[in-house]
């Protein structure tokens, strides 16, 4: 599954008309992202200039950089952030726009035959995962991506053996992530699919209400509706489990690697190959370079949600009137 996807292609034509919109905002992300870079290295100057370098005015200079920094990249991040849930929430409202006027172009066949409850799922749930992925996961991913490419080229610059030791959980982590991403589109579509059934239960025996009273078939219906939910639940445990050991498990993998970098880093720092600045600072840019990796893996889990919800939307604009 890539974003080349037919699904995903065709989403692409709600956001054509906010790309102007959406550029200046991913560059302002982007900015924010690179600044943030600069604050790890500090704390190699820090230790190495002004600690051990016993220089109090380089101890003030570094401070106000760092205070002036983060400041900086904060207001960067929520300013980017607040200006892009706007246009993603107005671009999904466009989709959900062109959903509804299809269903009032649809013949009352359609209506007649198909569950209330799966129509209202599709146009209010699965518009309203969409969104939720593209709010939470699309604008970071730009941001992870360049976090993730700046901190290894820190990583390699400040020095390049103590990097390829910290790679040695990165084949595991990969061979994790293949291995379960595939599994979990079918559980994510499962869980929509039991999800509906609820939606659907609910809207006819409500509408039914007085002839279930009327034949005392109350106890029935609640059977009915308890079975529902134990499907429901059922499918929701088999998907969280396939998006831990797709998105969790690859991560928890390459923390493994941290502690070969400790050891090893601890090592040259004792033998006087690097200074105590240059590996607090590498294992500040270790510590941060899982963030964006465990984002970017755990990414799937979230385009694979968006996906099952795609195909459920187009599956219904591709209802003919």
Known sequence: MTLLDPHFRRALAFVRPYLGALIPVVLLSLAGTALNLVLPYLSKVLVDDALIGQDFSALLSIVGIFVGVTILSFGMNVLSGMRYTRVSADILFDMRLHLYRHLQRLSPRFYAKTPLGDVVSR????????????????????????????????????????????LIALPPALFALVRYRRQLERRVRELRERSADIGTFLIETLQGMRTVVGSNAQEREVTSFRGKNDSFVSALLSMRLFTYLAGGLPGLLLSAGTGAVFLYGGYRVIS????LGTFI????????????????????????????????VHELLDTPP
């Open 123 to 166: 146009i209010n749930g699965d518009i309203g995962e969409i969104q939720r992925v593209t709010t939470e996961a699309a604008l970071s991913w730009f941001g992870q991506v360049v976090a993730l490419v700046g901190t290894i080229a820190m990583l390699i610059y400040l020095d390049a053996q103590l990097f390829l030791v910290g």
């Open 272 to 275: 006087g190959d690097t200074t």
């Open 281 to 312: 600072a590498f294992m500040a840019y270790q510590m941060r370079v899982m963030s964006p990796i465990q984002g970017l893996m755990g990414l799937y889990s979230n385009l694979a949600t968006a996906r099952a919800s795609l195909v459920r």
